[in-house]
């Protein structure tokens, strides 16, 4: 039989369950190192806001009080060009503070708007807004931010009052 190490089996069983193959001939155990795996894989799949284009991606749970439209909320954020790679603004470059603004009441563009409603204190989410729930058709050039650009957000809530 053919041996693979610990990363080697948490691989094949990813490939199985993701994919629908059935790899029979390699059963696998499960010990408390697979469930683990098993529950990052499901906490780095990206989840769809209902009735939006944006999606989020949990990269770092929260605790605590959640974030509900109308409250005030204070984030790190960092925005991405999705088709360059190119960051276009983030509150931890040097001269820049977090973001403070009201939630859930259209301050801030729709995608972050929603993408940032029931995130908990200290967690951290990486947002995938599409251009209509972004900047549009015209984009924001002064940001370099390209007609129909597709934007990455990730946000870290600081503070909820």
């Not at 610990?6 to 369950?17: E, F, I």
């Not at 010990?31 to 806001?49: D, E, G, W, Y």
């Not at 301050?107 to 995938?128: A, P």
């Amino acid at each position: 039989m053919l041996r693979l190490g610990v990363t080697k089996l948490l691989s094949l069983a990813v490939l199985q369950r993701s994919s629908g193959l059935l790899l029979s001939s390699m059963p696998l155990r499960h010990t408390a190192l697979q469930r683990a795996a098993a529950i990052r894989v499901r906490s780095i799949m990206s989840t769809p806001i209902p009735g939006f284009g944006t999606t989020f991606t949990i990269l770092k749970p929260g605790d605590g009080a959640a974030v509900v439209k109308g409250a005030t909320v204070t984030v790190h954020a960092t925005g991405v060009v999705q088709e360059t790679g190119k960051k276009f603004w983030s509150t931890k470059d040097p001269d820049q503070q977090p973001f403070t603004y009201t939630a859930g009441v259209g301050s801030v563009i729709t995608g972050w708007d929603q993408g940032l409603l029931g995130m908990k204190l200290r967690e951290e989410r990486k947002l995938v807004i599409p251009a209509d729930e972004g900047y549009g058709k015209q984009g924001f050039p002064a940001w370099g931010i390209p007609a129909g650009g597709t934007l990455e957000f990730t946000l870290e809530v600081l503070s909820i009052e």
